[in-house]
């Protein structure tokens, strides 16, 4: 089994409220195994912009209950647009919207992803607001569902989706950055980032990947290459970085 994780700055421009890449997911669609694969997307401008104008991340407050849902709508239009150009492509995908099966502080129920891979579907969830049992709401992002999913199902490979080849020694634009083929446990590159993520930003990832890798192998390449992604596939050499 696989898990593949296609990020918010592959699927959206991130700048600009409900931009989507139609042609970029079709692409990735052309490339990914018709089952035997959990998939997670991110939010990108259909979640993190109002995610921020909101504050979600600091609980409920009764000013906040619109945007709440606005971000839960915005997220199923995302969702459904991934789902149908996935259904085009002859991938048996089927929704699964975080907030329908967990809430931050609980565990999350599975019983509805096994029934799916079960019976030969690939099942298609995401970040998404969801509520919180301590601070009411809170948004959950892909990240973590992607940690929850490794742990439960130990997939073969897991693979991150990103709009640059990999991780990198300094970040991208700096004129420092080196591509990091291989993270080792002791490397800790400089990973500022100069926009805001109300997930946690890329710190947090890189944290999250590897906590994985202790489950999974963790590959991080660019989505907008879609033959890497068939190349770490297939165990041929590719560009991008393994997380040990």
């Known amino acids: 089994m696989y898990l593949i994780k296609l990020g918010g700055s592959v699927i959206s421009d991130k700048s600009e409220y409900l931009t989507f890449r139609e042609d970029t997911v079709k692409k990735i669609a052309r490339v990914l195994p018709k089952n035997d694969v ?13 995610a921020d104008k909101y ?48 809430s931050m502080g609980s565990a999350i129920n599975f019983e509805i992803f096994d029934y799916l891979i079960h019976y030969g579907f690939v099942p298609l969830t995401f970040g998404d607001a969801v509520f919180d049992s301590e601070r009411g709401i809170n948004i959950c992002s892909g990240d973590v569902l992607m940690l929850e999913l490794a742990k439960k199902y130990r997939p073969e490979k897991t693979v991150f989706l990103t709009d640059v080849d990999g991780i990198y020694t300094h970040p991208p634009g700096s004129g420092k950055e080196e591509l990091i083929r291989e993270l080792h446990p002791a490397h800790d590159p400089k990973t500022e980032i100069k926009v805001s993520d109300v997930t946690g930003g890329m710190d947090l990832k890189i944290n999250v990947m590897r906590e994985i890798a202790k489950y999974s192998k963790v590959y991080v390449i660019n989505g907008f290459h879609p033959e890497r992604l068939e190349s770490v596939l297939k165990d041929e050499d590719f560009i991008g970085t393994v997380v040990l």
């Open 38 to 50: 959990i998939l997670v997307h991110g939010a990108g401008s259909f979640g993190h912009i109002l």
């Open 55 to 102: 504050s979600i991340t600091d609980g409920f407050e009764d000013w906040k209950r619109l945007g709440f849902a606005k971000i839960q709508r915005d997220m199923i239009d995302l969702n459904l647009r991934i789902l149908s150009t996935l259904i085009d492509e002859g991938i048996p995908a089927v929704s699964m919207p975080p907030h329908a099966f967990m």
